[in-house]
């Protein structure tokens, strides 16, 4: 059954540096989508990309995030200065977004995620 | 605006029946529900659409009040594999396709 993979499983790094997070979505799913989640808290939204450009974005997608889909299969998510607080598992999903007028009803698959430690 | 989930934690007996409610103070188009275990993705379970449709695991069944906007997860016969904390995801007329998630119900179903 086709999935969502992430890649690296886990990333330690240094307060200030810059991550790159990546997933390859379920080939034929055409939205895309970051979520976070704080370890013992609900899943966070932060981001979701459709068609090469940002769909939509939560609060906490500020300006030392970006996303990108640099090739036909890869969708990552750069966090550029990173912070203490931005230790978390983060997510990818995709839905597979054939009737954009039904997306809202699309399943989203999620990956298995990366879990992110900042020190 | 997050969904708010009741009961916060559940413990069963193998076998037992279980109810998990999910309400929104906003207009729902869909309610989904996942599962996830300890260390792991949320799993996909149900998808309840304004409406009626519905799309998801045939032993596993939910409801969803329009009116009342409340979707309830009703797990039946537990097995100890129904373990983990059960999230509803919805999206209402402001949160376009992303999901906002409630804060789970931890299931822990004992041997």
């Known amino acids: 059954e086709p999935e969502v993979t992430q890649t690296p499983s886990h990333q330690v790094t240094q307060m200030g540096q810059e991550v790159i997070l990546r997933c390859v979505p379920i080939s034929n799913h055409l939205y895309f989508y970051w979520y976070r989640q704080i370890l013992g808290q609900k899943v966070e939204f932060l981001v979701s990309?459709?068609?090469?450009?940002?769909?939509?974005k939560s609060e906490i997608f500020d300006d030392q995030f970006s996303v990108e889909r640099p090739d036909g299969s890869n969708f990552t998510l750069k966090i550029r200065s990173t912070k203490l607080e931005d230790s978390a598992m983060y997510f990818c999903?995709?839905?597979?977004?054939?009737?954009?007028?039904?997306?809202?009803?699309?399943?989203?698959?999620f990956g298995p995620g990366t879990r992110l430690t900042v020190l | 605006q997050q969904p708010v989930q009741s009961p916060q934690a559940v413990i069963l007996r193998e076998g037992e029946d279980a109810v998990i409610n999910c309400s929104s103070s906003k207009a729902l188009y869909s309610v989904h529900w996942y599962r996830q275990k300890h260390g792991e993705a949320p799993v996909f379970l149900m998808i309840l659409l304004k409406g009626g449709e519905q799309k998801g695991h045939e032993k596993i069944s939910a409801s969803f009040n329009e009116k009342k906007q409340q979707s309830s997860l009703y797990l039946t016969a537990s097995q100890l594999s129904y373990s983990g904390t059960y999230f509803c995801?919805?999206?209402?007329?402001?949160?376009?396709?992303?999901?906002?998630f409630g804060k789970g119900t931890s299931l822990l179903v004992t041997p």
């Open positions: 990309f459709y068609n090469n450009e940002i769909s939509e």
């Open positions: 999903a995709s839905s597979e977004a054939l009737h954009l007028a039904r997306v809202h009803t699309d399943t989203q698959y």
């Open positions: 995801g919805t999206r209402d007329g402001n949160s376009g396709y992303a999901l906002n």
